[in-house]
């Protein structure tokens, strides 16, 4: 069973298009990372949500933490094919008395000129 | 180096093969975790070290896989028997993180060894 759901798992768009990345848990977070990962390399960290209801904003990239701190969303306005990538979500907690960074199964986003 | 650093990049052991996988944390890092990631999946956790103390390991498949860190640095992950199924990318990543009650954990990863058990 996946503690974190990512949804949808791939998505391919054409550029200029908007899109939106959901994660969701029935389990409470500390906080809430977005990872995105190139072929061949290791996750690299966008940004980290901590409070319930925070929005952040990366260039055209806005990530938002459910007010339970249980879900999350990425959305990307106006794609670009240098968007394309895997994006995986990870919640930080203490999960059965030790703390885990546990990633949901990623989305392979796709970008078509 | 600034970052994590993982070798071997790339293993191709024989089916039944020992392997050792090496992670280099960022110097001054307490936590380590090690990560195995199939081909298009997201990581799933395999363990986690606080310095040298291997706080949690329910994340491993089996006892073929061993993971250590001596010195509360260097970490290695070691593979008995190697399987069919073991080939995947293993990740190492580490965090300044010490308390876990701290919400704020940014993990740093490496590139990975991507095992091929043929």
């Known amino acids: 069973t996946q503690l974190l759901e990512q949804s949808p798992q791939f998505l391919s768009i054409q550029e200029g298009e908007n899109l939106t990345v959901y994660c969701n848990s029935s389990s409470v977070f500390s906080s809430l990372q977005w990872y995105r990962q190139e072929p061949g390399e290791g996750p690299v960290l966008l940004v980290t949500v901590v409070t319930g209801g925070e929005v952040k904003k990366l260039k055209r990239l806005t990530f938002q933490f459910g007010d339970a701190r249980k879900d999350s969303s990425l959305h990307i306005t106006a794609a670009q094919p240098g968007d394309t990538g895997l994006y995986l979500c990870?919640?930080?907690?203490?999960?059965?008395?030790?703390?885990?960074?546990?990633f949901g199964q990623g989305t392979r986003l796709t970008i078509n000129p | 180096g600034a970052g994590v650093s993982q070798s071997p990049r790339y293993k191709v052991a024989k089916r039944g093969q020992d392997v050792a996988l090496r992670c280099d944390p960022i110097?001054?890092?307490?936590?380590l975790f090690w990560y195995q990631q199939a081909l298009g999946q997201g990581p799933e956790f395999l363990t986690y070290f606080q310095n040298e103390a291997q706080l949690d390991k329910s994340g491993l498949p089996s006892d073929r896989f061993f993971a250590e860190r001596p010195e509360g640095s260097v970490s290695t992950l070691k593979i008995q028997r190697t399987q069919q199924e073991d080939s995947a990318v293993y990740l190492c990543?580490?965090?300044?993180?010490?308390?876990?009650?701290?919400?704020?954990?940014?993990?740093?990863f490496g590139q990975g060894t991507r095992l091929t058990v043929v």
């Open positions: 990870a919640g930080v907690g203490v999960i059965q008395g030790a703390q885990k960074l546990v």
């Open positions: 990543a580490s965090s300044q993180n010490r308390d876990p009650r701290r919400r704020n954990t940014e993990a740093f």
């Open positions: 110097s001054g890092h307490v936590s």
